[in-house]
Structures are given as C-alpha cells and as structure tokens.
C-alpha cells in the first residue's frame, strides 16, 4: 500500500500542562519573534482539553494517541498533504520511496472524508482484484472508514504477506456495495514498463513510469537502451506514460526531466524563506538526441509527474496528450522527530519554466483527448481542488504567454476529444483498445525531430 505522496526532499512538541514546559519547543517553533500572549493562551487551551480528557473521558485513552491526533489534527487543517506520521508510518514510508514494500498495491487519498482510489499499481492484488480508480473504500474488513484518518486507513490495509483484506466499494454506475477479497503480497514497484510499438512512421518506444521513487531517472534511461537493442535500427518517436502517476521524490522529477533536455529551466520553487528558494535548470544531454515525444497525462498525473510535463512542454521538447493534470503543486519535506517519526510539512510550492504555480490549475494537455466516450462523467476525475484545505494558486492569474510551442502535425486536427461509442472496453494487456495512446501514436508518426529551443519568459 503506498501513500499518495508529495515532492518528498529531505518535533512535534508535547504541550505540557505547565506553561514553563514550552519554553524551549517554542523558541524552535517562532524562532526569534517570541510568542505572544494569544499563543500562550491557546496552548493553555489545549493542555486543559487534554487534562479534561484525561480525567473524565469515558475510558482512559492512551496520550500518544491523543498527541498523534491533535498533530495530524493540526496539521491537516493546514493543507491536505501535510501530516505526523509515528515511528512505524515513517518506516513505511523510506521503505516505500525505495520501490519496495508490503500491501495491496493500492494508491489512495482522502477527499471529503471519503478514502478514495487514484489507482491500483499494475500487476498487484488491487490490479487483479479489479480496483478501479474512483472507487471509494466504504469498509476495510466490514469496519466502516467514516472518519478513518489516511494514515490510519493505510496501516490497516497493511499486513503480514499472505493474509486476506476484504474492501466493501462504491463504484460508479452500480448502485449495490462491490465486495472484494484480496491477499496481502510484497509490492515490488517496477516503475518502468518499456515496449515497442508499431506506428505508419515506423517503431515508436513506449514507456510508462509509475512513480518518482529514488530510482526513476535510473529505470529511464535502462529502458531507452533496452529499446534502441530490441529495435535493431532508428525510433521515430517515444511515447512517456504519465497517467495515474501520483509522483514521488522532486530530485527524481528533476532527473527524468534532464534525461530529455539539453537546457532550459526545469522547476523553481518558493517557499516562504526567500533564502531557501531554489531553481533547478537542464544539464545533461537528451538521452533522444531530440526524437519526437509525447506525454500521456489525465487527472492522475500529478506532483513530480506534472513537473516533467510542463518541463517537457514548456520547453518545447513535447507535445501533451490527454487530459487536465491533477493540480498539486505544494512541495513535502520530510522532518525527522528524534525517536518519534517524522513530520511531512509543505514548505513551498513549485513553479513551471513559464514561472506559473500549477497549484490547483494543473498541466494543460496540447491536444486534449478523453479516455471514455462519456467524459462527463466525473466520477473519478478527483484533482487537488477537491482535498479539503488545498492552496490556491498564489499567482491568481491564467499562465503568462510563452514563446510557441511545438507546432500541431496536421493530423493532430483529425484526432477526436473522446473515442467513439462502439470502441472496445479498455484491455490493459491489449494497446489497441487504449484510445489515448492509440491517438498519441497517431499524432507522434506525423512529428518531426524536436528543436533545442527552450521556453523563457
């Protein structure tokens, strides 16, 4: 089970009941300005809703367990990417950013109060159970997640390999609970599929990537070689996949990136240290050598996978094909609590080569191509405007103009918003019945070799 995460770079304070007991926690929470009367007041408040609890509530609860939810309390009133995550969470969570980890293989998120699916992981028993993105989880094991916090939800669908989870669903279009059995496994993320594909231009490399996690950039550029072996001769074009990729680890977002462009700016990001503010630009070489590209996106493409697509775009490497992006452009860093987890606490937002946050706005596809035939349907088209607290834009404005981007192939006039309605049902083992990547061959076979301009302001 992985967590829907942030742009991961990388104490909590118990309030005592005695306000000399702060002291030192607040000099490293204000950091210079002393805290003012207000603030000592309100941690008085809390201190006394924690003694009230303590003495009167109808059993004893454990305080760590009062601490650990007034922190995530406190901190998902901020922003809903922000969290505390104890010991174990914290765990959980090196071992899941370094491709390996035990579960269901299932990518979720909280939105409303509802424990939604963004997407089951290819060849995991959420895949082979048939979770659909847009399912919402209504019961783990018969007990209700009304109210259940994400973190929570996620260690109880977590367990030893082998043993059986049953998950009650609200899917779309059917008016019944869906009941599913799954059996826990050992989730390998193999990040990277790669495959030759056949165009009327001639082999077209595809290449899906999944998340962002440390090895990324690494899995990238294996899969380039593996294709340029399998081809036995030149690759019109390479499609990246970025549907459904929740993102991952910014230094990753940062090197996929510059596995495709020679220069330009990638990211910035800005927080509220103007010191700590940071850009990072293209170095390497494109490991394409400027072969046509284009990039899947719709709703789930999201956080590191929105920043390769507007890098990509932006500087004109790429056309875009598919659907609005998700939205999230707020930057997680991780902060370890001695002995006591970590703190996950946005601490900036980033920004596009264009210098536009994509906060709650998202990535724009060039060519904007539906996957159903009934794109009105927005059932499980969830993006960052729909999480509870979510930022908004700080530049309150649409993106300023850019220089011209790649120019459309004539084709690209020809290629419907949506599929047709005798299309056949989406087969994740069949290509020909994907519509968007059956149109972003389409498109690529009518492209010619990229400029090495890049976008400026």
């Known amino acids: 089970m992985r967590l829907r995460s942030g742009l991961m770079l990388g104490g909590v304070f118990v309030a005592g009941l005695a306000a000399g007991s702060l002291t030192q926690p607040l000099s490293h929470a204000f950091g210079q300005a002393a805290?003012?009367?207000?603030?000592?007041?309100?941690?008085?408040?809390?201190?006394?809703?924690?003694?009230?609890?303590?003495?009167?509530?109808?059993?004893?609860?454990?305080?760590?367990?009062?601490?650990?939810?007034?922190?995530?309390?406190?901190?998902?009133?901020?922003?809903?990417?922000?969290?505390?995550?104890?010991?174990?969470?914290?765990?959980?969570?090196?071992?899941?950013?370094?491709?390996?980890?035990?579960?269901?293989?299932?990518?979720?998120?909280?939105?409303?109060?509802?424990?939604?699916?963004?997407?089951?992981?290819?060849?995991?028993?959420?895949?082979?159970?048939?979770?659909?993105?847009?399912?919402?989880?209504?019961?783990?094991?018969?007990?209700?997640?009304?109210?259940?916090?994400l973190d929570d939800a996620v260690s109880k669908?977590?367990?030893?390999?082998?043993?059986?989870?049953?998950?009650?669903?609200?899917?779309?279009?059917?008016?019944?609970?869906?009941?599913?059995?799954?059996?826990?496994?050992?989730?390998?993320?193999?990040?990277?599929k790669s495959k030759l594909l056949t165009s009327t231009a001639g082999p077209v490399g595809y290449i899906r990537l999944d998340s962002f996690d440390e090895n990324a950039s690494d899995h990238i550029r294996a899969a380039v070689r593996k294709l340029s072996r399998e081809a036995h001769g030149p690759i019109h074009g390479y499609i990246l996949d970025l549907r459904d990729n929740p993102g991952g680890l910014l230094?990753?977002?940062?090197?996929?990136?510059?596995?495709?462009?020679?220069?330009?700016?990638?990211?910035?990001?800005?927080?509220?240290?103007?010191?700590?503010?940071?850009?990072?630009?293209?170095?390497?070489?494109?490991?394409?050598?400027?072969?046509?590209?284009?990039?899947?996106?719709?709703?789930?493409?999201?956080?590191?996978?929105?920043?390769?697509?507007?890098?990509?775009?932006?500087?004109?490497?790429?056309?875009v094909l598919g659907t609005k992006t998700f939205g999230k452009g707020s930057v997680q860093t991780i902060i370890p609590i001695d002995n006591e987890g970590a703190l996950r606490l946005t601490t900036a937002l980033y920004f596009t080569p264009s210098g536009k946050s994509i906060q709650d706005y998202g990535v724009t596809p060039n060519i904007k191509v539906s996957d159903t035939a009934t794109p009105q349907d927005a059932f499980s088209q969830l993006r960052e405007t729909d999480l509870l607290n979510a930022f908004t834009n700080p530049t309150k404005q649409a993106a300023p103009p850019l220089p011209p981007m790649l120019p459309l192939p004539p084709v690209a006039a020809n290629i419907p918003d949506?599929?047709?309605?005798?299309?056949?049902?989406?087969?994740?083992?069949?290509?020909?019945?994907?519509?968007?990547?059956?149109?972003?061959?389409?498109?690529?076979?009518?492209?010619?070799?990229?400029?090495?301009?890049?976008?400026?302001?």
């Open 35 to 149: 805290p003012s009367d207000s603030t000592y007041q309100q941690l008085s408040l809390f201190g006394d809703i924690l003694s009230q609890i303590k003495q009167n509530y109808v059993i004893d609860p454990p305080t760590d367990k009062l601490i650990y939810n007034a922190a995530n309390g406190m901190l998902s009133g901020l922003d809903p990417h922000s969290s505390y995550m104890n010991a174990q969470q914290y765990a959980d969570m090196q071992v899941q950013t370094s491709g390996e980890f035990g579960g269901l293989g299932l990518e979720v998120t909280e939105a409303s109060g509802l424990l939604k699916v963004i997407t089951p992981i290819d060849g995991t028993p959420a895949a082979k159970a048939g979770l659909k993105p847009g399912d919402i989880i209504v019961e783990i094991n018969g007990l209700s997640t009304d109210g259940l916090s």
């Open 157 to 192: 669908m977590r367990g030893p390999v082998g043993t059986k989870i049953t998950l009650t669903l609200k899917r779309n279009g059917i008016n019944t609970p869906v009941k599913v059995t799954l059996t826990r496994e050992i989730i390998k993320i193999d990040d990277v």
């Open 251 to 319: 230094d990753q977002a940062v090197a996929v990136a510059d596995d495709f462009l020679t220069s330009g700016e990638i990211v910035s990001t800005h927080g509220r240290h103007p010191e700590d503010d940071q850009v990072w630009y293209a170095q390497d070489s494109d490991i394409l050598n400027g072969t046509p590209m284009v990039v899947l996106t719709n709703a789930g493409t999201a956080s590191a996978a929105e920043i390769v697509t507007a890098a990509l775009q932006q500087n004109r490497r790429a056309l």
């Open 418 to 457: 949506k599929p047709p309605a005798n299309w056949p049902a989406f087969d994740p083992t069949k290509p020909s019945t994907d519509f968007q990547l059956q149109m972003a061959l389409k498109l690529i076979a009518d492209m010619k070799p990229a400029a090495t301009t890049t976008a400026s302001n």
